[in-house]
C-alpha cells in the first residue's frame, strides 16, 4: 500500500468511545486502507472487555497503563515506551488506575510472516 504524505489534526477528529469492563476508551482514528491509526485516551479505571489477538504498535504519550498477556504476566507502560508484536502470537488486553494516551498503529503489516 502506497501512501501519499499528508498531516492529521487529531484534535479535529472527533473521538468515537467504546466501553471498557470498567472505564471508557476515546479514540480518534485515521483509516488508510487496512492501516489503522489512532490516538486512543483512557479513562481513569479503564480496563479492557476483551482479550485482543491483534498486532499493534503501541506508543504512550501521557500516564501509564499495564498490560497483561494470557499467560499471566504484566508489563507496565509509562510515557516515552512502546510495545509491539503481531497478530495471533499473544492474547493481551489492557488497563490503567490512573488513565493514558497512546499512539497505536495496526494494520495487515503486522500480521506474522508465513
Given at each position: 500500500m502506497n501512501?501519499?504524505?499528508?498531516?492529521?489534526?487529531?484534535?479535529?477528529?472527533?473521538?468515537?468511545?467504546?466501553?471498557?469492563?470498567?472505564?471508557?476508551?476515546?479514540?480518534?482514528?485515521?483509516?488508510?486502507?487496512?492501516?489503522?491509526?489512532?490516538?486512543?485516551?483512557?479513562?481513569?479505571?479503564?480496563?479492557?472487555?476483551?482479550?485482543?489477538?491483534?498486532?499493534?504498535?503501541?506508543?504512550?504519550?501521557?500516564?501509564?497503563?499495564?498490560?497483561?498477556?494470557?499467560?499471566?504476566?504484566?508489563?507496565?507502560?509509562?510515557?516515552?515506551?512502546?510495545?509491539?508484536?503481531?497478530?495471533?502470537?499473544?492474547?493481551?488486553?489492557?488497563?490503567?488506575?490512573?488513565?493514558?494516551?497512546?499512539?497505536?498503529?495496526?494494520?495487515s503489516f503486522?500480521?506474522?510472516?508465513?
Amino acid at each position: 500500500m502506497n501512501i501519499d504524505f499528508h498531516t492529521t489534526d487529531w484534535d479535529a477528529i472527533a473521538p468515537t468511545i467504546h466501553k471498557g469492563e470498567t472505564g471508557e476508551a476515546y479514540w480518534r482514528t485515521v483509516q488508510l486502507g487496512d492501516l489503522r491509526i489512532r490516538v486512543v485516551e483512557y479513562s481513569k479505571g479503564y480496563k479492557a472487555d476483551h482479550w485482543c489477538q491483534k498486532g499493534h504498535i503501541i506508543y504512550c504519550l501521557e500516564g501509564e497503563m499495564t498490560t497483561e498477556l494470557a499467560d499471566g504476566s504484566l508489563h507496565i507502560m509509562k510515557k516515552g515506551m512502546s510495545y509491539q508484536v503481531t497478530d495471533d502470537l499473544s492474547s493481551h488486553r489492557s488497563f490503567t488506575d490512573t488513565g493514558a494516551k497512546l499512539f497505536i498503529v495496526d494494520g495487515s503489516f503486522l500480521q506474522p510472516s508465513l
